[in-house]
Nanobody, 127 residues
Framework: QLQLAESGGGLVQAGASLRLSCAASGRTFSRFAMGWFRQAPGKEREFVAAITWGGAKTTYADSVQGRFTISRANAKSVGYLQMTSLRPEDTAIYYC????????????????????WGQGTQVTVSS
């Protein structure tokens, strides 16, 4: 079973940057499509970004398009979420998630597709 562990969260000021990491173990990471989701206090978990197993295709939520970049290094079994121009509304617990994909073009923004989740990392952006 693939296991995921996020790191890199913290407290930053508005306008700053952070890079979240998602370390994978237990299975061949390159067989899994990956995504990032977040959950702010009192709100439902929402999609942030997703990437195909080889990294050729990505998709983003409108709220982070142009500010966040998802990537992965399969040889290291690590996924990343580079976040720039952070805003207070980006404050949330960020989760990485994955599912075993059937093809290199498989990508999803739908939470229910993902059956493997990390424990989350807190990102707090002060104004």
């Amino acid at each position: 079973q693939l296991q995921l562990a996020e790191s890199g969260g913290g407290l930053v000021q508005a306008g700053a940057s952070l890079r979240l990491s998602c370390a994978a173990s237990g299975r061949t990471f390159s067989r899994f499509a990956m995504g990032w989701f977040r959950q702010a206090p009192g709100k439902e978990r929402e999609f942030v970004a997703a990437i195909t197993w080889g990294g050729a295709k990505t998709t983003y939520a409108d709220s982070v398009q142009g500010r966040f970049t998802i990537s992965r290094a399969n040889a290291k079994s690590v996924g990343y979420l580079q976040m720039t121009s952070l805003r207070p509304e980006d404050t949330a617990i960020y989760y990485c998630a994955a599912y075993e994909a059937i093809g290199e073009d498989v990508i999803s923004r739908v939470e229910n597709y993902y059956d493997i989740w990390g424990q989350g990392t807190q990102v707090t952006v002060s104004s």
